[in-house]
């Protein structure tokens, strides 16, 4: 996990000494202050992860799910601007389709939208310039979720598989993958196999 702490710092330290350099015009000066924010917008981002992903587990970490619409996590993960800064510099579309009507499910709502930034984020990787479509829709006692992108599959994506529990560990897992894993087992998310070149999908229970 230090990895993913000291991984935004050496972009940060490169741009600050070109800024110094005083050599760069103003389009080069407004692309190195983008790419600084962001790297701290990933360091931040990574300490948080970092945090409760400790306090998981030292068994300090608090799971208080509470009963709110699935439809609102989309707003929140319109909120995350480290997402939508790299989803911007990908040139990649997020197309989100929430259901028109209420679907109540024991959630914690900034927590479950960890794992939908996760997600989304490992699609934007592959479909650069392209769209990543996120949706919900009721099924049998639980709602569906459904992300994926045109001719793109995360079946090969060793952190994704590690959050699904389909492989364990490995050391190039980000610590974010490893924070993923613990709230997905910790919300009873379940995940049917993901066929290659498919999206992915998972249920949580709603209430009736």
């Known amino acids: 996990m230090g990895h993913d702490l000291r991984g935004p710092v050496a972009p940060i330290r490169m741009a600050v000494q070109m800024l110094r350099m005083g050599s760069m015009d103003p389009a080069e ?39 709110a619409d699935l439809g609102d996590c989309f707003e929140f993960l319109e909120g995350r601007s480290a997402l939508m800064r790299e989803l911007k510099h990908a040139g990649t579309t997020l197309l989100a ?5 209420p679907l109540l499910a024991r959630h914690d709502p900034n927590r479950l939208v960890t794992v ?15 769209t990543v479509r996120l949706s919900v829709k009721p099924g049998p006692g639980s709602a569906l979720w459904s992300i994926d992108a ?12 590690y959050v ?32 290659p070149g ?5 249920s949580i229970p709603v209430e009736t």
């Not at 897992?173 to 613990?182: H, K, P, T």
């Not at 498919?198 to 998972?202: P, V």
């Open 29 to 67: 000066q407004a692309d190195t202050l983008k790419l600084i924010d962001r790297q701290v917008d990933l360091l931040l981002a990574n300490i948080e992860d970092m945090s409760e992903l400790l306090r998981i587990n030292a068994g300090r970490y608090e799971f208080n799910p509470v009963s």
């Open 97 to 101: 389709a929430p259901w028109p009507s």
């Open 116 to 130: 939908l930034e996760f997600f989304v984020s490992r699609f934007a990787r592959q479909a650069r310039g392209g």
């Open 150 to 161: 045109d001719a793109t599959s995360l079946a090969d994506d060793a952190e994704v598989q």
């Open 164 to 195: 699904l529990g389909n492989s364990p560990v490995v050391d190039e897992c980000e610590g974010r993958a490893l924070l993923v894993r613990e709230l997905v087992v910790l919300h009873g998310l379940e995940f049917p196999p993901m066929a």
């Open 198 to 202: 498919a999206g992915l999908s998972f």
